[in-house]
């Protein structure tokens, strides 16, 4: 275990990434001196290596594109999203986010009034966004931590706008397979639009051939949400789409504020690279395993209650620990997410294995 005095020394020098850096980019995006000074910040599921090098470069070079509109950045991306994800350009909208593309769902059915229909706790934006417009929101409780796809399915009725699955789940990590998804969206489809967050999909094992893409392209009442913030690690360069059937697509582009163009053509640049950079997604895939497979250790030689993740974060029980352990890692400068709705629960993102040890380090410090 690394002294707090030396560890802090060690962040500052941001060499603790270095060997599996080298690896995905030549310069080392683990510089936390840069980027959060002397913070560990396992709050916000962001993924630690990225931006791949390829994004960084596409960056630089499209700089020099930044005195035109980003329409042409905007054609090409969906382009190249179609061609992997197996559907049309048609199917595609393009938005600085998938939060904006959140927001859009939530605009749209909530100024419907009725209800929108989703677990709990799941990642609530859409929701909470389409209250706002005095729409309701009907949250049914986690199934043993799944989301609850049966009782879902039973609460739909004549007011319900909207169903919104989030799989995997976000906090718990959660994920329901396809196969065992399919039967219950496609039946919900035909009472209710549905829309499902597919933020984590690339870090399920089988990965985007696990998405509704296909299916979304085909049925007017599936919407897919999906973002480059997660595993290409470009949380702060905004980009996200939706896939769906280009009658919703045109719904959507209807009510879209700022006439399509909100990203940057930088960002679009570095979204289009990253679209093919197999390498770099595997290796963040296969690194975030690894760091997670590290807490798993920890967690089952500390009989910590958790939940095997398909995601970058992993959900569990803090009874095993002192009270207040999100202030008390945070007064170490490790920042993790509780939530006032669910006591007794935390989630951890998974960053490096360097960060995860310094997390293990100061949690197993807090043991009760
Ligand atoms: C499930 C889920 N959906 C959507 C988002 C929004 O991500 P972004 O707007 O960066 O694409 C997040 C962010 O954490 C998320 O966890």
């Known amino acids: 275990m690394i002294s707090s005095y030396n560890r802090r020394d060690w962040l500052k020098t941001g060499l603790y990434g270095l060997g599996a850096v080298s690896l995905l980019t030549n310069s080392s995006p683990f510089d936390l001196k840069r980027r959060h000074k002397d913070v560990v910040r396992l ?12 994004a960084r470069e596409a960056i630089i070079q499209s700089i020099s594109k930044g005195n035109r509109y980003p329409r042409q950045a ?3 991306l969906k382009e190249v999203i179609a061609s992997k994800e197996g559907v049309q350009a048609k ?4 938005t600085a986010g998938s939060t904006e593309i959140l927001g ?3 605009l749209i059915y909530g100024i419907q009034k009725g209800n929108i229909i989703s677990g709990f706790p799941t990642f609530d934006y859409l929701m909470s966004y389409s209250k706002n417009f005095d729409s309701e929101w009907i949250r049914i409780p986690l199934d043993k931590e799944m989301y ?9 009725d004549s007011n319900t706008k909207l169903v919104f699955i989030c799989n995997p789940n976000n906090p718990t990590g959660t994920y329901i397979p396809k196969s065992d998804m399919k039967v219950s969206i496609l039946s919900m489809a035909q009472k209710t639009p549905v829309f499902v967050d597919e933020a984590y999909i690339e870090f399920t094992e089988g990965g985007i ?3 509704f893409a296909h299916i979304a392209a085909r049925n007017p009442n599936v919407v897919v949400g999906r973002t480059f913030s997660k595993i290409y690690g470009m949380a702060g360069l905004r980009i996200g789409y939706a896939i769906a059937h280009e009658d919703s697509i045109k719904v959507m582009q209807k009510y879209f504020m700022g006439r399509m163009v909100t990203p940057s053509v930088t960002s679009l640049e570095a979204a289009k690279v990253s679209v093919g950079d197999d390498l770099f997604a595997e290796k963040s895939k296969s690194l975030t395993l690894e760091a997670k497979q590290m807490v798993y250790t920890a967690f089952e030689q500390w009989a910590v209650k958790h939940w095997r993740s398909h995601t970058n974060f992993i959900w569990f029980k803090t009874n095993k620990f002192l009270p207040g352990i999100y202030g008390s890692l945070e007064k170490k400068n490790v920042f993790i997410r509780t939530y006032s709705h669910t006591p007794g629960y935390a989630r951890v993102s998974i960053g490096t294995k360097e960060e995860i040890q310094i997390f293990l380090d100061e949690l197993g410090g807090l043991i009760a």
Request: glycine share 6%; aromatic share 2%.
């Open 209 to 211: 051939n696990n998405s």
């Open 91 to 94: 199917n595609i909208l393009i």
């Open 74 to 76: 905007i054609t090409d």
């Open 148 to 156: 609850p796809l049966k009782k879902i399915e039973e609460r739909i």
């Open 104 to 106: 859009l769902m939530g």
């Open 43 to 54: 709050s916000h599921n962001e993924n630690p290596y990225g931006p791949s090098a390829n």
